[in-house]
T-cell receptor, first 112, second 116 residues
Framework: AAGVIQSPRHLIKEKRETATLKCYPI?????VYWYQQGPGQDPQFLIS???????DKGSIPDRFSAQQFSDYHSELNMSSLELGDSALYFC???????????FGQGTRLTVV | AQKVTQAQTEISVVEKEDVTLDCVYE???????LFWYKQPPSGELVFLIR??????QNEISGRYSWNFQKSTSSFNFTITASQVVDSAVYFC?????????????FGAGTQVVVTP
């Protein structure tokens, strides 16, 4: 069965650079969520989109932005990267018919 | 505000022992959903179980079982006859009634180490 696809799996950036993370939800899933998991921490909700509109917002820094496109894939854009942005970034998708959010394998971002 | 507390930081057991993970939650919602996720060393988050606040029936699924008690706001999870492959971080999570399935408040996680 198709799963949530995140790319890239690993990313190394320097401070003050920008990064773009991509998420491709499971087919027919209309909701996408982004999470940030720092080392040794639990995942923190950043933002979500439903039918291409932002549906909820969590602890997402102003330097980050995201959107969901017409094909339902989503991108998380991070600018002016800081060392503290080094984390595992998860994307998850769901639909109203499925009482579960499916997580991708994550993108590990390292800022040096 | 929602809060999930997993007081156990790490649990170490020998293979075939049972492991019980504690989870205590706080919420003002009358309708809510509780989850357990597993995060193996490879890093992905694996969905294990979901329970809604109106269903306190405790069940067993293979080697997994859970004990949901609204009176004590607890949602404990047990792995029976643990195996080395069960070594992972286990997260308890909570979502509210108006939240979609994927907006979760996670606990801090419990590291389970199963040795042969």
């Amino acid at each position: 069965a198709a799963g949530v696809i995140q790319s890239p799996r690993h990313l190394i950036k320097e401070k003050r650079e920008t990064a773009t993370l991509k998420c491709y939800p499971i087919p027919r899933h209309d909701t996408v969520y982004w999470y940030q998991q720092g080392p040794g921490q639990d995942p923190q909700f950043l933002i979500s989109f439903y039918e291409k509109m932002q549906s909820d917002k969590g602890s997402i820094p102003d330097r980050f932005s995201a959107q969901q496109f017409s094909d339902y894939h989503s991108e998380l854009n991070m600018s002016s990267l800081e060392l503290g942005d080094s984390a595992l970034y998860f994307c998850a998708s769901s639909s109203l018919e499925v009482a579960e959010a499916f997580f991708g394998q994550g993108t590990r971002l390292t800022v040096v | 505000a929602q809060k999930v507390t997993q007081a156990q930081t790490e649990i170490s057991v020998v293979e075939k022992e049972d492991v019980t993970l504690d989870c205590v939650y706080e919420t003002r919602d009358t309708t809510y959903y509780l989850f357990w996720y597993k995060q193996p060393p490879s890093g992905e988050l694996v969905f294990l179980i979901r329970r809604n606040s109106f269903d306190e029936q405790n069940e067993i699924s293979g080697r997994y079982s859970w004990n949901f008690q609204k009176s004590t706001s607890s949602f404990n999870f047990t792995i029976t006859a643990s195996q080395v492959v069960d070594s992972a971080v286990y997260f308890c999570a909570l979502s509210g009634p108006t939240d979609s399935w994927g907006k979760l408040q996670f606990g801090a996680g419990t590291q389970v180490v199963v040795t042969p």
